[in-house]
């Protein structure tokens, strides 16, 4: 069964960091293909990462090139989403999701609050 | 990376169909056979509910169906319930792992 589940969500100040992880189960990161979405309160969807199943290739929004960095354990079978130099803006809750086929399996969310 | 756009809102009555539409451009949609939608309900996550331009995920009622024509793809929920009144997004490849998502429709079943 296959299981994703977010964590290190919290409150940090502008310009600050926090590192997210997504631990899976029911496969290995080894084999497939990740992604972070994130969701500001009240809006839409945003895709903000994706790292390829051999970790060949990552990407990045726009929005977060530069500030975030994508990254895996394979040991530990987790995923994470280092993000620095955080903005106002960046408040919102992320999801980590499985690619292909589509992004069919997703966690249930961490809040991040960055804010004074 | 500007996102794909879609209506507002869509509403039907139950039974009814209704078709959400999301438009981009020949460097996402048009030129992508990766679109997928999602649909989420309120303080919930989002869960695929077709892949691949038309693909159903096993599991997704056959009432749920995807096609693309041009630069828009579109959903198309037919014979519509009480329980499929969510919001929907749509999401395409836009080439070098760049994805990008909708800007969302919320479906009211009246």
């Known amino acids: 069964q296959v299981q994703l589940v977010e964590s290190g969500g919290g409150v940090v100040q502008p310009g600050g960091s926090l590192r997210l992880s997504c631990a899976v189960s029911?496969?290995?990161?080894?084999?497939?293909?990740m992604h972070w979405v994130r969701q500001a309160p009240g809006k839409g969807l945003e895709w903000v990462a994706f790292?390829?199943?051999?970790?060949?290739?990552?990407q990045y929004a726009d929005s977060v090139k530069g500030r975030f960095t994508i990254s895996r354990d394979y040991s530990k079978n987790t995923l994470y989403l280092q993000m620095n130099s955080l903005r106002n803006e960046d408040t919102a809750v992320y999801y980590c999701?499985?690619?292909?086929?589509?992004?069919?399996?997703w966690g249930r969310g961490t809040l991040v609050t960055v804010s004074s | 990376q500007s996102a794909l756009t879609q209506p507002r809102s869509v509403s039907g009555s139950p039974g009814q169909s209704v078709t959400i539409s999301c438009t981009g451009t020949s460097s996402d949609v048009g030129g992508s056979n990766y679109v997928s939608w999602y649909q989420q309900h309120p303080g919930k996550a989002p869960k695929l509910m077709i892949y691949d331009v038309s693909q159903r995920p096993s599991g997704v009622p056959d009432r749920f169906s995807g096609s693309k024509s041009g630069n828009t793809a579109s959903l198309t929920i037919s014979g519509l319930q009480a329980e499929d009144e969510a919001d929907y997004y749509c999401?395409?490849?836009?080439?070098?792992?760049?994805?990008?998502f909708g800007t969302g429709t919320k479906v009211t079943v009246l």
């Open positions: 790292i390829q199943y051999d970790g060949s290739n990552e």
């Open positions: 999701a499985k690619n292909k086929p589509g992004m069919g399996y």
């Open positions: 999401c395409s490849f836009a080439g070098s792992y760049i994805f990008v």
């Open positions: 029911g496969f290995t990161l080894s084999s497939s293909g």
